[in-house]
């Protein structure tokens, strides 16, 4: 159990679009991630409450509570927890520059890592072309993902019985549609250089739910990734590096990491 390992100490944790209110999400991984990591700087970098689904229906289970009671028991020990809405709890856009107890909510953020390097903390639908101009289309596209995961249900329950891992149909989509492929290309673009445009290091997101970290583009990119189907976070060591972890449930029981490269600047 998540109680009985060592709690990880970091100096930064990063962790975007759990989506309470879709179903079904990874909470419970997600809780299990908290208890065994905790972190002088909590960020959530959107779509932690998903607006577009309770307004469709209202589901909230009692585990939802429970990982709101864990962030607040940790920002009650110290920790600072800077929540930065995206686009399905943009209710949460009019409290900008409030506190919800120990919460502060704003729209975007600079993080100053350890060894002095500066990241943009956004969302990043706000550089989304789909939800920005034409909202109505990323509606239908929140339908067809949630289409996506009850299929999903389906084809891995046919796997765990021919003892096969899971998988992802929404991830394989991603990584293999040519169209899908580009559009993610054009999302990482925009966000780097909106980066370069503030003057930083590199920038930290969410909201396209694939979890990666690389500077292909010049500068350092990392995406969070989501707690839907991935159950990746991102935290940063108090050496200032950065890690991109994919907490999934192994036969060993133990989390995958990926360290970002040291760079020479």
């Not at 940790?74 to 930065?84: N, Q, S, V």
């Not at 899971?166 to 966000?191: D, H, P, T």
């Not at 292909?216 to 991109?244: M, P």
Request: overall charge neutral.
């Amino acid at each position: 159990m998540a109680d009985d390992r060592e709690v990880r100490c970091v100096r930064a944790l990063f962790l975007s679009d759990v989506h309470m209110g879709m179903r079904p999400i990874r909470i419970g991984q997600l809780i299990d991630f908290l208890r065994s990591h905790d972190a002088e700087t909590i960020y959530l970098v959107g779509d932690i409450v998903d607006g577009w689904r309770l307004a469709k229906g209202w589901h909230w289970p009692s585990e939802y509570n429970t990982l709101i009671d864990l962030l607040l028991q940790k920002a009650t020990a110290g920790a600072r927890i800077i929540y930065l809405p995206g686009n399905h709890d943009e209710f949460l856009r009019e409290y900008l520059g409030t506190y919800f107890g120990e919460v502060q909510l704003v729209d975007r953020t600079v993080h100053t890592s350890a060894t002095g390097k500066t990241y943009l903390v956004i969302h990043g639908d706000q550089f989304d072309v789909v939800v920005m101009n034409a909202k109505w289309l990323a509606h239908v596209g929140d339908w067809a993902y949630n289409a996506a995961l009850r299929l999903n249900l389906a084809v891995n329950w046919v796997r765990r019985r021919l003892g096969l891992q899971y998988w992802s149909l929404s991830a394989w989509a991603k990584q293999k549609v040519k169209n899908a492929v580009s559009v993610i290309g054009r999302f990482e673009e925009a966000l780097v250089h909106e980066a370069k445009q503030s003057g930083v290091d590199g920038v930290i997101c969410g909201h396209i739910h694939l979890a990666d970290m690389h500077d292909r583009l010049g500068i350092q990119y990392i995406n969070t990734g989501d707690w839907v189907e991935s159950c990746t976070a991102v935290v940063e060591n108090h050496d200032g590096q950065f890690e991109l972890i994919r907490w999934t449930e192994m036969v060993t029981g133990e989390p995958r990491r990926m360290r970002a490269k040291r760079s020479a600047a």
